[in-house]
């Protein structure tokens, strides 16, 4: 008998939920650029996460390590807090396997990946964030193998000025401003940030400092734009990358420069020029905290050269897309390469060498095609790269 009432009384108490309105939820338009072609994310073939400037604000982190962590698939090893230092990995591949790209500008570093986020951007001024998962060779040649990490900085900022302080224990100050101008066709951007912190253990202590600045014209149908950064992270490093040794010790500094020139020939031809410059260097002492460095301290400076032309074309049969691609990845070291014919002074450090060295070129040729008819997007190219280290290489593809 209770089993009966019991029956009854959830039998009159659940409410149908097939009598409820339905509700229609319009999605927003998102575009993904890390491809050849801008594309609406529901119409792209590949797997693209997207973290957009709303996701950013009001995510709980205040580093690009930190916000990267919200994207499936990506794997983000952050060795100490506020982006002291990180690697990123996609899909099981290794940092070495994940391109980064700023603006669509290949920003990794010859010499390792552990350099691969070390960017002056704050993440303010990011727009935001397209994280393809897998392989991209097709497009972005051999150093996208597990995926892409492509991030897209702000470009219509209201003339304003922004300040920004945080503080907290151990010694923690954040503090940044943004001052940026817009006036007709000409737009401006100057930022400035420094983090440090007395760190919460022995030896966890950082130091860094960020600077980026962008200026960009429109003149008729052609858009120019200057980028340039600068970054300088001194940070303690203990047990980062090995725990036999806890007075690690690593200073690195990073600047680029990106100029690039855009122009619409006609109502089908859309033709972009980049050309970037990026060095690197590179402090390691296993052991900080000797009276007397002996000369086993590792020194490496790393420079590339890259310059890129794209073309896209639209036509009856779609979109066609071609261009190519010339870098020069250059380091010199006292640990890497081959025996320098004469040695170079490491700047800052009195008495010590590089006397090791490395260049190779990497020139891409490629071209691709796109296509819809209603609900379906074909794409499809080549990319041949020609390695001075490694040879010539054949990467097709199809989507």
């Known amino acids: 008998?209770?089993?009966?009432?019991?029956?009854?009384?959830?039998?009159?108490?659940?409410?149908?939920?097939?009598?409820?309105?339905?509700?229609?939820?319009?999605?927003?338009?998102?575009t993904v650029t890390a491809n050849f072609q801008p594309t609406d994310l529901r119409q792209t073939a590949r797997n693209v996460t997207v973290i957009t400037a709303r996701d950013i604000e009001q995510a709980p982190v205040k580093t690009l390590d930190g916000i990267l962590q919200y994207a499936l698939n990506v794997d983000v090893r952050s060795r100490a807090p506020l982006g002291v230092q990180?690697?990123?990995?996609?899909?099981g591949g290794n940092f070495d396997q994940t391109l980064i790209l700023v603006d669509g500008v290949k920003f990794n570093d010859?010499?390792?990946?552990?350099?691969?986020?070390?960017?002056?951007?704050?993440?303010?001024?990011i727009e935001k964030i397209e994280v393809l998962q897998g392989g991209d060779s097709r497009v972005f040649g051999p150093s996208a193998f597990s995926g892409v990490i492509n991030i897209l900085t702000k470009k219509s900022l209201p003339s304003q000025v922004r300040l920004g302080l945080t503080g907290g224990q151990h010694g923690l100050f954040q503090g940044n401003v943004a001052l940026s101008h817009r006036a007709q066709n000409v737009s401006a951007l100057l930022a400035a940030e420094k983090i440090r912190s007395d760190g919460f253990a022995h030896n966890t202590a950082f130091d860094r400092h960020n600077l980026y600045g962008r200026?960009?014209?429109?003149?008729?149908?052609?858009?120019?734009?200057?980028?340039?950064?600068?970054?300088?992270?001194?940070?303690?490093?203990?047990?980062?990358?090995s725990p036999k040794f806890y007075e690690q010790y690593e200073a690195v500094k990073s600047q680029f420069v990106i100029a690039q020139a855009s122009r619409t020939l006609g109502e089908k031809l859309f033709s972009t020029l980049t050309g970037t410059w990026r060095r690197h260097h590179d402090?390691?002492?296993?052991?900080n905290y000797r009276t007397v460095k002996p000369a086993s301290v590792n020194y490496h400076r790393s420079d590339v050269y890259n310059l890129e032309w794209r073309n896209r074309f639209i036509s009856a049969w779609g979109v066609t897309s071609f261009g190519a691609e010339w870098r020069r990845e250059s380091i010199v070291s006292n640990r890497l390469g081959d025996a320098l014919a004469i040695p170079k002074e490491?700047?800052?450090?009195?008495?010590q060498l590089y006397t090791k060295g490395k260049d190779r070129d990497n020139v891409n040729f490629y071209v691709e095609q796109l296509k819809r008819w209603n609900r379906l997007t074909l794409v499809g190219g080549t990319l041949v790269n020609v390695n001075s280290q490694f040879g010539t290489d054949w990467f097709p593809g199809l989507d």
Do not use: C
């Open 1 to 30: 008998m209770q089993r009966f009432v019991l029956f009854l009384f959830f039998f009159f108490t659940v409410k149908p939920a097939f009598t409820q309105d339905s509700t229609a939820t319009a999605l927003a338009e998102v």
């Open 86 to 91: 990180a690697d990123v990995s996609i899909r």
């Open 110 to 125: 010859p010499q390792t990946g552990h350099h691969a986020l070390n960017l002056p951007l704050p993440i303010e001024l």
């Open 215 to 241: 200026l960009a014209l429109d003149v008729n149908k052609t858009a120019l734009s200057v980028q340039a950064g600068f970054l300088d992270n001194r940070f303690g490093a203990a047990n980062f990358y």
């Open 283 to 287: 402090l390691y002492d296993f052991d």
């Open 346 to 351: 490491v700047p800052g450090a009195y008495g």
